[in-house]
Structure formats: structure tokens, C-alpha cells
């Protein structure tokens, strides 16, 4: 060992590692950390093959070494966020979360921490991963807060219809099988019951249904559910799903907008991030309204004054700050209640509640 230098032996114990020898590789990690107990690689490294191993628990010691050793990097804390998302049950997140946090005693130090990896390549994960823990542990403000870092300033144009239909034309036949899809839906539907249950023989609809993963959930809350979808391939598997009377394919606002005063509630869930101006489709949903019908809305938040921004990473998404859908709400005549932040995606997001006035 102490002929070779510190990258050679990274390059054995990864080499280690792709050929699949998992506790060679921790073995020499863990040798290696002992010769050079100044460097978080080797910890990080003899985690990484643990977790291979399928063994959290020594996984995610180790990896707190590696941050004990290098706070300040994203390596070691991005792959600790990992750890706890794929192999830690969400409800040992709060103590573990906790045992990572000691390693930032005050507020200046995990300030640190943010702008040190704020500037970095690969911010759009690690905050994503650390939103989605924070959302996990009860703190959906700071989530919030911390998917801030996952945007930047409107790059893109919104995609054309046909880019949609044709990004669905190859996500549909999967879409299902997602756990990520399934449990966004089902994370929210006790709100959903809630929001919009309890009007006796009433119509909702479902716009940008997709699939009609929502339908479940939505179908004994109405006497007659429509969902509203712009891919072909989308609305075929809704239809399989025999959960709504009449799926229509199209344009959600321009369905909208053709049915006046017919919906006692209306979901829009997963799809209002492809628009960067949601005026136009709060007022068409406003008009398919009765009054006193309520709109429930999944978007993407910005955190921090009024602004629209878009996602740096994933699929760009339109993201906006409460205080913008506030003054979108009032403009559109519909009066809105303060959002419940819930997890959609895997990413933090407000669920907004919308009601016209009678
Ligand atoms: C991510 S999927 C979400 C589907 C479903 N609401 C859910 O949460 O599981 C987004 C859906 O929005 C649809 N979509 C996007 N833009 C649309 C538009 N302008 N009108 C109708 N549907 C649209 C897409 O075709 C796609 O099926």
C-alpha cells in the first residue's frame, strides 16, 4: 500500500467496483481511508460498495466520514441524500437527517454548504434530493426554499403541442408502471377527496389526465367524470382504464372554454409546469366552473417574491412563486387558499385550491 499513490488506488477500488467485487473494494477502501485519513474519497468509495451490498446502515456511516471529511463538497452529501431516498424506509429520514445536519452546527455553516454546491453542476440533483428529504421530514417551507436552487431564469420557449404528443407517444406505455407517477397521485388524494368531494351528482374533470392515474381517485366523487388530455396515446390508455365517462383528446383550455359553467371541480395535476402563463387557463377553468366549484392545481414552486422561473435540470419545467398565483387567482376571478406543499414527481410542489365565488 504505501508504495502506491492515493488516485491509483481510486482507480483499483473502482475498478473494484464495476467488476462487481463489492466487499474487495470496500476492504481496500477502508485500508485506504486508515493511510490517508485526511481524504473523504475513500470513505465515500468504501460507502458507495456498501451500498452495493445492499447494507445501509455501515453505508451511511461511511458516508457521513466522507462529509465529516469534506462538508463543503457534493460528492460526499449528495450521495448521502441518495443513500436515504433508495435505501432508507422514509421513516428513519427525520433521525438520519438529523445526524447529517450535526455536521453543520449553526445556520452560517449549512449557509455554507448552499452556496458552495448553489454554484455547482450538479445542483438541479442534489437539491432536488434535498427538497424531496425535507419535504419527506415535515419541512415543506425549507423545501420550498431549497428548490429554489433547482431554477434559473425562463431559457426555453414552452414546447409545441406536437413536441407533447410526441413526448407521450413515448412515455405512455410505461407511464404507469413509474412508481414516481402512481405515488404523486395517490400522496395527494386525501386532498383531492377532500377539495373536491361532497357535491352530490356533479361533473368533474380531469384536464391533462394522461393516463388517468387521478381517475381512482377522483371517479367516486363524481356523477359524471371527463378527462381532457393532448396526446392520442395518453388518452387511449385512460379510456382502457373505463374510470371516465368521456375522455376528450385536445387541448385542455380549448376544452375548457367549450364547456361553460359544467364542472363542480376541476383537477389539473402534472401539467400545468409546460405553461409559462397560466392566465389563460385559470380563467378557462374558472368559466367551466358552477359557482362555488372548485379548481385543484399541481404547479411547481419558485420560491421568494413574484417571478415565473424554469427548472435548470429534468424536464425544464415552468415553476412560479405563491405571490404570483395569488395575483393570477384574483385576476381570473377565483379565490384562492393558501397552497398545501405536498411531493409531485419527487419534487416539492404547491397544491392549490381554487374556488368561484357564488
Ligand atoms: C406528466 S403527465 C400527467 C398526467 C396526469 N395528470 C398525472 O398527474 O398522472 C402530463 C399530461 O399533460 C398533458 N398535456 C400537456 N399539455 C396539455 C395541453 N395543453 N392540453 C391537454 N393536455 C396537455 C400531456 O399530454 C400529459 O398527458
Not at 102 to 129: E, I, K, N, W
Not at 155 to 179: L, M, N, T
Request: charged letters at 20%; one cysteine or more; glycine letters at 10%.
Amino acid at each position: 500500500m504505501s508504495d502506491i499513490a492515493p488516485a491509483d488506488a481510486v482507480g483499483i477500488i473502482n475498478a473494484l467496483i464495476r467488476a462487481g467485487r463489492h466487499e474487495e473494494a470496500t476492504d481496500l477502501a477502508v485500508r485506504c481511508d486508515g493511510q490517508w485519513p485526511n481524504l473523504s474519497i475513500f470513505p465515500l468509495l468504501a460507502s458507495q460498495s456498501l451500498a452495493y451490498q445492499g447494507r445501509p446502515q455501515p453505508a451511511l456511516s461511511a458516508c457521513l466520514r466522507a462529509v465529516g471529511k469534506d462538508r463543503l463538497g457534493l460528492e460526499p452529501n449528495a450521495f448521502f441524500m441518495a443513500l436515504l431516498i433508495q435505501l432508507v424506509p422514509q421513516v428513519h429520514w427525520p433521525q438520519l437527517y438529523e445526524v447529517w445536519r450535526r455536521h453543520f452546527p449553526s445556520p452560517a455553516d449549512l449557509d455554507a454548504l448552499v452556496a458552495t454546491l448553489a454554484g455547482h453542476q450538479g445542483r438541479y440533483d442534489f437539491f432536488g434530493a434535498w427538497s424531496l428529504i425535507l419535504l419527506g421530514i415535515g419541512q415543506g417551507d425549507e423545501a420550498v426554499d431549497r428548490f429554489a436552487h433547482c431554477l434559473g431564469p425562463l431559457a426555453d420557449a414552452p414546447p409545441p403541442a406536437h413536441e407533447i404528443v410526441a413526448e407521450y407517444s413515448d412515455k405512455a406505455g410505461g407511464y404507469d408502471d413509474d412508481s414516481v407517477h402512481r405515488n404523486s397521485v395517490d400522496g395527494i388524494a386525501p386532498h383531492l377527496t377532500q377539495g373536491l368531494g361532497g357535491r352530490a351528482g356533479q361533473t368533474i374533470i380531469d384536464a391533462g389526465c394522461g393516463t388517468g392515474l387521478a381517475g381512482r381517485h377522483l371517479r367516486p366523487l363524481a356523477e359524471r367524470l371527463i378527462g381532457i388530455d393532448l396526446s392520442p396515446d395518453m388518452v387511449a390508455r385512460c379510456r382502457d382504464s373505463g374510470l371516465y365517462d368521456t375522455v376528450i383528446e385536445g387541448d385542455l383550455i380549448a376544452a375548457l372554454n367549450g364547456m361553460p359553467g359544467q364542472a363542480g371541480g376541476i383537477a389539473i395535476l402534472g401539467c400545468a409546469y409546460y405553461f409559462p402563463d397560466l392566465a389563460p387557463m385559470l380563467t378557462a377553468a374558472r368559466n367551466a366552473l358552477v359557482p362555488g366549484g372548485r379548481l385543484m392545481l399541481i404547479d411547481f414552486p419558485a420560491a421568494g417574491a413574484k417571478s415565473v422561473r424554469q427548472t435548470i435540470g429534468g424536464t425544464r419545467r415552468y415553476c412560479r412563486s405563491a405571490e404570483t398565483m395569488r395575483d393570477l387567482a384574483a385576476a381570473a376571478g377565483l379565490v384562492v387558499e393558501p397552497p398545501d406543499i405536498v411531493a409531485y414527481f419527487n419534487l416539492p410542489s404547491y397544491l392549490w385550491t381554487f374556488t368561484r365565488p357564488e
